[in-house]
């Protein structure tokens, strides 16, 4: 057997290989998204593709374990929300082939526009959540919860967080295990949920997660560590070894299935210690099942619900210690910048210009909001840039949205920005959308996605034309403008925002990270420069003022965009062509 270093996806990639996984499905997300970026190795046992969205994603998970294989789709938290709909009601269903779906969770918002806590969703679902502390287990777990769910007649949650995911362990590898594909029996009372069947169905899940708990005291992935009485923990997840490091004499109960929980084997442990805490970051779940059982045990009375734990965090709460942390806030800030040459910046330069607002998406270009840029007023979920200007316009009238629009990217305009814009040609609306088209899914990583032309596998595939697709939705007025001709993309805006019914421009060019290997680049002429500071307005972190306040161009950071050469007026600045 191999051991190697992985990192948290790449070993859930690889629990899903060596236990037979035949079909996997995913929308990109941190930090979630190396999860399927890895299972690319494995291409000639598993399918995997990148969907549109999150619900579509379950539902082709769904569907191969209708079919009788182990499937699985993969998400981030937000995108738990989106998949929401088929994932309360596969509950229902139960599985056949077998059923996981992994779930990211971002503590202390790395990536993200909320820390919501995919067990407390799991739980309103009815769903078993299983929760691995390492790399390890990241790999074992995937197998162990198939094994589980499909005793059970359960689909279950994998639920990871950023650190682990992002961090490196350890791993044992093992061969594939070859699952037997199960029949297909038509069971129009378990796979139908009209609501007869619904009802029907809701009792037997019941029984079944009655049954599961009690399983549960058994499982060997819920397991004590006795050492030291005085004081005992449960935990799960990261926040284990957060506790070994901190508390390495402490009697520890490590869950490693958060829902349902071992009831009896938690009654039993904390018998046979003097002060139990309950160690778990975000939400508290497992203290306010554990408080109800009539255990009394300390958890958010002294831990935050917000944000990541670590080993000094929980030493300082438990033990009153105060050890000596980095003052990381005397390190100079860094704050978030669209990366030079991205045609984002162009974009909102004009819009800046013309004193246009912007309601806002999830993508990179919600760094519009930041200065220099100050465009974005409104940042809500994927889609929500379309649907809230709609809402805007029916609350205060056309006249009011004149100087506002909705930006959304090429990815999140397919994930579900169409329902969105359908909904505003439908309901009559006005307004203009600028569809943002970097060809890729950039802030995960350039993932690829239905309008690039490539799949998961950087194969060709079919491309969604853009255009063709709003104008099939009903939008009458659609325009493409290349993002760095300045006059054209404000001729553009200004004509749009001015009519009476929808609009869409698409701001289009690509990715500037896309472009590999050495690129031309401008360089600032001090002699020639006139200190207007107008090639500095975007906020480019390639250029730098001087004290003298001439600019100077940092070669090494220029991707030869051309956006500070057509604001300066005074030929202060010179293109460098590559050299032959």
Not at 485 to 506: F, G, Q, W
Not at 560 to 578: H, Q, S, T, W
Request: aromatic letters at 6%; glycine letters at 8%; a neutral charge.
């Amino acid at each position: 057997m191999d051991k190697i270093l992985m990192m948290g996806n790449a070993a859930i990639a690889r629990g899903a290989y060596e236990a037979g996984v035949k079909v996997s499905s995913a929308y990109p997300g941190t930090p979630s998204t190396e999860v399927s970026e890895n299972l690319v190795k494995y291409k000639d046992d598993i399918y995997c593709e990148w969907a549109p969205n999150e619900k579509v994603a379950t539902e082709v998970a769904i569907g191969a374990n209708v079919a009788g294989v182990r499937s699985m789709a993969v998400m981030k938290h937000v995108g738990f929300n989106v998949a929401a709909d088929p994932t309360y009601t596969v509950s229902y269903m139960g599985v056949n082939g077998g059923l996981m779906i992994v779930v990211a969770d971002d503590p202390g918002l790395y990536s993200s526009q909320n820390e919501q806590d995919t067990r407390m969703v799991s739980r309103a679902a009815k769903l078993p959540v299983f929760e691995p502390s390492d790399s390890q287990e990241a790999k074992d777990f995937v197998k162990i919860g198939y094994e589980v769910g499909q005793k059970f007649d359960r689909p279950f949650v994998l639920r990871t967080t950023t650190r682990l995911g992002h961090s490196q362990g350890f791993v044992t590898l093992v061969d594939r295990e070859e699952v037997e594909d199960k029949a297909y029996t038509r069971e129009v009372v378990k796979n139908v949920m009209m609501p007869g069947n619904a009802k029907a169905r809701h009792t037997i899940i019941e029984e079944k997660m009655r049954e599961l708990a009690e399983a549960a005291n058994a499982l060997s992935i819920n397991k004590v560590e006795m050492k030291d009485t005085k004081i005992g923990i449960i935990t799960s997840g990261i926040p284990y070894t957060y506790v070994k490091e901190a508390l390495p004499e402490a009697s520890v109960l490590k869950l490693g299935m958060v829902y349902p929980l071992p009831k009896k084997k938690i009654a039993d442990f904390a018998n046979k210690v003097d002060k139990l805490y309950i160690v778990e970051e975000l939400n508290p779940f497992i203290e306010e099942q554990v408080k109800a059982m009539g255990i009394d045990c300390i958890g958010k009375e002294i831990f935050s619900n917000e944000g990541e734990l670590s080993s000094n965090i929980i030493k300082k709460a438990i033990l009153g210690e105060n050890p000596e942390i980095v003052a990381y806030d005397k390190l100079p800030g860094r704050p978030p910048i669209l990366c030079p040459g991205c045609p984002h910046r162009s974009t909102y330069y004009v819009m800046k210009k013309l004193g246009i607002k912007a309601a806002g998406d999830i993508g990179c270009y919600t760094l519009g909001a930041v200065a220099p840029l100050s465009v974005v007023d409104t940042t809500i979920c994927m889609g929500a840039s379309i649907s809230s200007l709609h809402g805007m316009e029916k609350a205060k009238g056309k006249d009011y949205i004149k100087d506002w629009v909705a930006v959304i990217g090429d990815s999140t305009f397919l994930h579900t920005g169409m329902n969105s814009l359908l909904n505003m040609v439908y309901n009559q609306s006005s307004g203009t959308v600028v569809i943002l088209d970097n060809s890729t899914t950039g802030m995960t990583g350039h993932q690829d996605n239905p309008a690039t032309g490539k799949n998961i596998y950087g194969d060709p595939a079919p491309q969604v034309d853009l255009v063709t697709l709003c104008k099939g939705i009903g939008v009458k007025n659609v325009r493409v403008v290349n993002s760095f001709d300045l006059p054209e993309l404000e001729k553009a805006l200004k004509e749009e925002t001015a009519r009476e019914e929808v609009s869409v421009i698409i701001s289009q060019s690509p990715c500037v990270l896309l472009t590999k290997g050495k690129k031309p680049y401008y360089k600032a002429l001090s002699d020639k420069c006139k200190k207007c500071g107008m090639c500095l307005k975007p906020g480019c972190p390639a250029l730098t003022k001087n004290e003298d306040n001439t600019i100077t161009i940092d070669d090494t950071m220029c991707t030869g965009c051309g956006l500070c050469f057509d604001l300066c007026k005074f030929n202060a600045i010179e293109y460098v062509p590559l050299e032959k």
